[in-house]
């Protein structure tokens, strides 16, 4: 039985039935309230569209609260990707609950991640059968790349803001992600934020609801 996702989640601001959902995947030590804060900025754009942002499925190890997708205890490369390889099935499972439960296909639904949730939202995003409508993710990095060619199953357009500050995911994952991706065959448009560290600025929320609206049709 893999395990089933809550949190926090935010209605479409036309009080009617969701055209579209976005799923929120946040960092390693928070929780879904960390990004549903985003949901009244971006509901100005998509009106139609429904915010959930589930907590990770696991208690986070290194610290008193939180949750966290995979373990950062070990942080060899093969140690980060089998933990986000054993997280993938909870979020697919969990992506597909949501859609079934509103009705709604893939090509409704926008993943959003920071750090962590970026990891998930890129690794599972690639790999589903059909493609989502589009990925976006701050302050995160692509694992798996060295699989991706032969696994990536779908690819939706993708764009991936960084600050060229970050102390906690090496600005430096940014080109490299860029670079997979693209040779990988997916659309994929970088924004890199000056003097940001690990965080979301105005500008990135500006530049993500701009593309949430493009991908989603909103």
């Not at 965080?199 to 609801?209: F, S, W």
Request: aromatic letters at 6%; proline letters at 9%.
């Amino acid at each position: 039985m893999l395990p089933r996702l809550t949190g926090p989640s935010h209605p479409p601001a036309s009080g009617g039935k969701p055209r579209q959902l976005v799923l929120l995947l946040h960092g390693l030590g928070a929780d879904g309230n960390d990004l549903i804060g985003l949901a009244p900025y971006w509901a100005r754009l998509l009106p139609e569209a429904e915010f959930l942002s589930p907590n990770a499925p696991f208690p986070c190890d290194m610290g008193p609260y939180g949750y966290q997708w995979f373990s950062l205890q070990d942080r060899s490369p093969m140690a980060v990707l089998a933990g986000v390889r054993a997280a993938a099935p909870i979020l697919d499972a969990a992506i597909d609950a949501a859609l079934s439960e509103r009705g709604l296909a893939e090509k409704d639904l926008a993943l959003v991640g920071f750090s962590q949730g970026t990891m998930m939202s890129l690794y599972v995003g690639l790999r589903r059968a059909a493609p989502v409508a589009g990925i976006l993710g701050f302050s995160g990095a692509l694992i798996g790349a060295e699989t991706l060619a032969r696994e990536i199953r779908a690819k939706p357009p993708v764009l991936l803001v960084h600050g060229d500050a970050d102390p906690i995911v090496p600005f430096a994952a940014l080109g490299m992600a860029e670079k997979a991706l693209a040779a990988a065959g997916v659309k994929v448009e970088t924004v890199t934020r000056p003097g940001l560290q690990h965080g979301i600025d105005e500008e990135g929320l500006k530049r993500g609801a701009r593309f949430l609206k493009t991908v989603l049709g909103a």
